[in-house]
């Protein structure tokens, strides 16, 4: 069995898109996964998986939040030691000392960065970006809200990212281990 992550993007902000934490466990278990646990109420699953093919089972996940919630949210899965990989490889370490506002965005398919790497080339002080193999990293100085930086990422990689804070990140990892 290896661990992996769901990330589901864009799930319980403001009233569309609801789905309880329960609800979600459920849906994952039903899909034959094993020790299902959510973290957070926004769209977090740690689970097993016998065989681990994260685009497919991010997709066996998108059909059944259709076809059971009526609505369909992007989600981006990867392995666990890919978790533990994009921890250990952040590009931006003083960051971290903001968790809400130091974000790793992550792609269901990880050449789909690549498409940000011209913004690289450009100026976003006081906001910086890192590109690694597995994740984006984006330190967004005047918060999230606010960034111009997470805009223009979004934008080149046509929104096909979904984004974690770092704490959020930590305690993904967190509960990876206790899995162990």
């Known amino acids: 069995m290896t661990q ?7 799930i319980n902000v403001g009233r569309a898109k609801r789905i309880s934490m329960a609800d979600l466990r459920g849906l994952v278990e039903g899909l034959g ?4 646990r959510t973290v957070l109420n926004s769209g977090n699953v ?5 065989r681990p093919n994260p685009v497919r089972i991010g997709e066996q996940i998108e059909k059944a939040i259709i ?3 009526g609505f369909s ?4 899965v990867i392995k666990g030691s890919d978790l533990e990989a994009v921890i250990t490889g952040n590009l931006l370490p003083d960051a971290v000392a ?3 506002k130091f974000l790793v965005a992550f792609a269901a398919v990880p050449a789909t960065l690549e498409q940000a790497k011209p913004l690289l080339k450009e100026a976003w002080d006081p906001e910086r970006l890192g590109l690694g193999n597995q994740a984006a990293y984006l330190w967004c100085a005047n918060g999230i809200l606010e960034s111009k930086l997470l805009k223009a990422v979004a934008r080149a990689t046509a929104d096909a990212i979904t984004t974690r804070n770092w704490a959020t990140v930590l305690k993904l990892q967190a509960v990876l281990q206790d899995g162990q």
């Not at 996964?33 to 299902?36: A, E, I, Q, Y």
């Not at 949210?73 to 981006?76: F, H, K, R, W, Y």
């Open 73 to 76: 949210a992007s989600v981006v």
């Open 4 to 10: 992996c992550v769901a990330l589901l993007r864009g």
């Open 33 to 36: 996964f094993t020790r299902v």
């Open 46 to 50: 740690v689970f097993d998986a016998p």
């Open 98 to 100: 903001e968790p809400s």
């Open 67 to 69: 076809e059971r919630c």
